[in-house]
Nanobody, 123 residues
Framework: QVQLVESGGGSVQAGGSLKLSCAAS????????MGWYRQAPGKEREFVSL???????RYANSVKGRFTISRDNAKAMLYLQMLSLKAEDTAVYYC?????????????????WGQGTQVTVSS
């Protein structure tokens, strides 16, 4: 059974930094893309960043240059380093992972989700 558990959220002032972690159990961290999403109050969940098993990354324009995603496949860990935080970064941040369809292909959907960790940035 796959389980993703986020940690590292908290409250910080604008301009500060936080590092989120996501521990994956029951999941082969070498296999497929993992990523971060966030959901602010009253808004839809939105994409933040993703990383492939080989380290290729993608970011939402709103966080590009401020956030860095990384993964440690050996430890089955996913990270999100967040710098220069803004009030609009306030949200619940979710870790997500794609499932494996077969030996050669990963799912196109985000099959696994963590429970989320709250990030609050005060201005």
């Amino acid at each position: 059974q796959v389980q993703l558990v986020e940690s590292g959220g908290g409250s910080v002032q604008a301009g500060g930094s936080l590092k989120l972690s996501c521990a994956a159990s029951g999941y082969d961290a070498n296999s497929c893309e993992m990523g971060w999403y966030r959901q602010a109050p009253g808004k839809e969940r939105e994409f933040v960043s993703l990383i492939s098993p080989t380290g290729t990354t993608r970011y939402a324009n709103s966080v590009k240059g401020r956030f860095t995603i990384s993964r440690d496949n050996a430890k089955a860990m996913l990270y999100l380093q967040m710098l220069s935080l803004k009030a609009e970064d306030t949200a619940v941040y979710y870790c997500a992972a794609r499932g494996r369809v077969d030996l050669y292909f990963c799912s196109q959907s985000w099959d696994y989700w963590g429970q989320g960790t709250q990030v609050t940035v005060s201005s």
